[in-house]
């Protein structure tokens, strides 16, 4: 779903900049002394894994604090990492999911929250604070909430409930898994009775040998957004994927369905976090503050279509999302959920072993 959002959201950007361009240009030939304004305004560096945010926003915050807020925008996590490691860039904010805030805790590399500084860090939603990828809830504040569940079309496929039913027989030559070492492989542990975040090899050997039998299941590994066309367009029945994804494949096929494996869903958060290296890191409070307004919260989640971990922003979202159990899960089946931690050492164990399957 981000891909798709990515396409949509460049459009809106480019126009804005552009739009903004012509602006500033009309302006500096009326008055001269608007460029040396614009030239003193502070400037906030944000990285985002996607563009994955409502535009509005941004434009709002910046008019507000009377700043510009200049966006980098990254495919994965790993390549905002992969910058802030090696000293390349010094972003203010960054967008960080859960188990990328895990690995930079531990190396150091994220600046603690001043509390008093983003007083709306008290709005978090209880069940959402202080979680396996932050205990202490220092490091980063939660700003939107996703899920891998399973979809199934109901004019073709019984009804499902259950990661096992994604290995049954009688569903062969059906399955569409995700063509992501992470995310499938924890599928497989949580399947076993397994903790995903399992470092132990013998674990991840187990989930590997699971997923080699299912193969004689499954009918392809796909990327999410294929997951997504295959339900669409009626070729695939029965398929794990992101909760977000299946719902626009729900707004082009009423007959597609999802639901939540009863042994425990995925859930993924994306955060908002501060860099050590930041340069501007009251500025960057109050930009993680702005947008952690339920308010702002509420517009950002209705523009991508994800749950809001902020109170008061869930009723502020349209009635087409905020009473979806899709996108806003019980608190029973949030309990019953896994939420991803860095492996660390073990990412190779478990590569190695996700290339092992894949070639058998």
């Given amino acids: 779903m981000k891909k798709i959002l990515k396409k949509l959201l460049t459009l809106t950007l480019i126009g804005t900049l552009a739009?903004?361009?012509?602006?500033?240009?009309?302006?500096?030939?009326?008055?001269?002394?608007?460029?040396?304004?614009?030239?003193?305004?502070?400037?906030?560096?944000?990285?985002?894994?996607?563009?994955?945010?409502?535009?509005?926003?941004?434009?709002?915050?910046?008019?507000?604090?009377?700043?510009?807020?200049?966006?980098t925008f990254f495919e994965e996590n790993e390549e905002c990492y992969t910058k802030l490691k090696s000293g390349a860039e010094k972003y203010d904010v960054i967008v960080a999911s859960d188990y990328m805030v895990d690995t930079m805790v531990r190396e150091n590399m994220l600046e603690k929250l001043d509390k008093k500084m983003i007083p709306n860090m008290e709005k978090i939603k209880p069940e959402y604070r202080?979680?396996?990828?932050?205990?202490?809830?220092?490091?980063?504040?939660?700003?939107?909430?996703?899920?891998?569940?399973?979809a199934y079309d109901k004019s073709k496929q019984e009804k499902v409930d259950s990661w096992a039913d994604l290995w049954s027989e009688k569903n062969k030559g059906n399955v569409v898994m995700l063509d992501g070492s992470r995310f499938t492989m924890a599928i497989a542990m949580i399947k076993l009775g397994l903790d995903p975040n399992s470092t132990k090899k013998e674990?991840?050997?187990?989930?590997?040998?699971?997923?080699?039998?299912?193969?004689?299941?499954?009918?392809?590994?796909?990327?999410?957004?294929?997951?997504?066309?295959?339900?669409?367009?009626g070729s695939s029945q029965l398929t794990c994927i992101w909760g977000g994804e299946a719902l626009l494949a729900k707004d082009e096929n009423k007959n597609v369905e999802f639901v939540y494996p009863k042994e425990g869903a995925i859930f993924i958060f994306d955060t908002w976090a501060m860099p050590k290296v930041a340069e501007n890191k009251e500025l960057a409070?109050?930009?993680?503050?702005?947008?952690?307004?339920?308010?702002?919260?509420?517009?950002?989640?209705?523009?991508?279509?994800?749950?809001?971990?902020?109170?008061?922003?869930?009723?502020?979202?349209?009635?087409?999302?905020?009473?979806?159990?899709?996108?806003?899960?019980?608190?029973?089946?949030?309990?019953?959920?896994?939420?991803?931690?860095?492996l660390g050492d073990a990412n190779e164990i478990l590569q190695n072993a996700w290339t092992e399957m894949k070639a058998k």
């Fill in 130 to 150: 202080n979680l396996v990828y932050d205990p202490t809830g220092e490091y980063s504040v939660p700003y939107t909430i996703g899920n891998i569940g399973i």
């Fill in 285 to 342: 409070a109050k930009f993680i503050d702005f947008m952690s307004r339920p308010e702002m919260s509420a517009k950002n989640c209705n523009f991508v279509k994800y749950a809001s971990p902020i109170e008061g922003a869930r009723e502020l979202m349209s009635d087409d999302l905020k009473n979806n159990e899709v996108v806003f899960p019980t608190k029973e089946v949030f309990k019953k959920g896994f939420i991803m931690k860095d």
């Fill in 19 to 71: 739009l903004t361009g012509c602006s500033k240009k009309a302006s500096n030939e009326k008055k001269e002394e608007n460029k040396e304004q614009s030239s003193e305004k502070k400037v906030l560096k944000v990285a985002n894994t996607d563009l994955f945010i409502d535009p509005e926003t941004v434009k709002e915050f910046e008019k507000e604090y009377n700043c510009k807020v200049n966006f």
């Fill in 203 to 233: 674990d991840i050997e187990k989930a590997r040998d699971a997923l080699i039998e299912q193969k004689k299941v499954v009918k392809s590994y796909v990327g999410d957004d294929q997951a997504k066309d295959l339900l669409i367009e």
